[in-house]
């Protein structure tokens, strides 16, 4: 099993910066990659964006260029670095980790961290 907690979610202006945390603890070894995921109110929650084991990463088209996704190993932690926010980004963020192989593959969520970005 895999942990995950978020944190760094809060309200900020729109043009301004947030940086999201996913720390994860538990059987981390067989992590394939995290993503970072957000749904808005009535809407489907949509992959923002994903980084595997071997450092690979993709984003959204919505935030390309705005929005870096990193991790520290040392600290079992997988960072989105937000930019350039608009309110359009006003979301709750879940991490995912993508875990395991085979028959025994599957997805882990934290509990979400609200970001909310005022015009």
């Known amino acids: 099993q895999v942990q995950l907690v978020e944190s760094g979610g809060g309200l900020v202006q729109a043009g301004g910066s947030l940086k999201l945390s996913c720390t994860a603890s538990?059987?981390?070894?067989?992590?394939?990659?995290i993503g970072w995921y957000r749904q808005a109110p009535g809407k489907q929650r949509v992959l923002v964006a994903v980084?595997?084991?071997?450092?690979?990463?993709d984003y959204a088209d919505s935030v390309k260029g705005r929005f870096t996704i990193s991790r520290d190993n040392a600290k079992n932690t997988v960072y989105l670095h937000m930019n350039s926010l608009k309110p359009e980004d006003t979301s709750v963020y879940y991490c995912?980790?993508?875990?395991?192989?085979?028959?025994?593959?599957?997805?882990?969520w934290g509990q979400g961290t609200q970001v909310t970005v005022s015009s």
């Open positions: 538990g059987s981390i070894g067989d992590i394939n990659a």
């Open positions: 980084i595997t084991s071997d450092n690979h990463t």
């Open positions: 995912n980790a993508d875990h395991g192989y085979g028959s025994s593959r599957r997805g882990y």
